[in-house]
């Protein structure tokens, strides 16, 4: 069966600081990706997403980046955090077509 | 775009008792997703539907979409503590899924 692992958990980091999180998807191949922010008291946010390797659209310009350095990583990067980019970040992966899509569990994200 | 508007925003009901939760969306919807997630976690996926009136249950939560297919609803029958947490509706067009704010369940003794 498919698994997807995202981490870490949490993160306290200082602002200023990079950041990288990472997310794994087990037991398919060649899934879409993607990243969502959820800010407290607000919905989901798309962030990017990904169809293949290497391929990565992104949804809302800002500070972040993504990269899918291989088939089953997609990876959340920033060169440098800003207070607004505290929140609940998620990654979801799903199947080609219509799909629903699967989430890992989350990485509470804190910027001091 | 296409937007998702959810009501109502939280709901508190008694334990045993039935609920209601709505998704409307701005345009029709060709997939559509029901999720909840619990508190600090991970949206867990409980439904699709796709069709104009199709209806699908698990246990007991059932999902309707419309035959218009703009509005979906989620039924809770006899509401248990376990159901309490965010439910979201997400929607599937020609761009990744869209989702609305989120409906909070809370289920009291």
């Known amino acids: 069966s498919q698994t997807i692992h995202q981490w870490p958990a949490t993160l306290v980091q200082p602002v200023g600081s990079p950041l990288s999180l990472e997310c794994t998807v087990e037991g398919t191949s060649n899934p879409n990706l993607y990243w969502y922010r959820q800010a407290a008291g607000r919905g989901l946010q798309l962030l990017f997403y990904?169809?293949?390797?290497?391929?990565i659209s992104s949804e809302v310009p800002q500070n972040l980046s993504a990269s899918r350095p291989q088939d089953r990583q997609f990876i959340l990067s920033s060169k440098k955090l800003l207070l607004s980019d505290s929140g609940f970040y998620l990654c979801a992966w799903a199947g080609q077509g219509n799909q629903p899509q699967h989430f890992g569990d989350g990485t509470r994200l804190s910027i001091l | 775009s296409q937007e998702l508007e959810q009501s109502p925003q939280s709901l508190i009901v008694q334990e045993g008792k039935n609920l209601t939760i709505n998704c409307t969306s701005s345009?029709?919807?060709?997939?559509l997703y029901w999720y909840k997630q619990k508190y600090g976690e991970g949206l867990i996926f409980l439904m699709m539907?796709?069709?104009?009136?199709e209806e699908k249950s698990h246990e007991k939560i059932t999902a309707k979409l419309d035959e218009k297919k703009q509005q979906s609803s989620l039924h809770i029958t006899a509401s248990q503590p376990s159901h309490a947490g965010i439910y979201l509706c997400g929607a599937s067009g020609n761009t990744p899924l869209v989702f609305g704010k989120g409906t909070r369940l809370s289920v009291i003794a």
């Open positions: 539907l796709q069709k104009g009136g």
């Open positions: 990904s169809v293949g390797i290497g391929q």
């Open positions: 345009k029709t919807l060709y997939g």
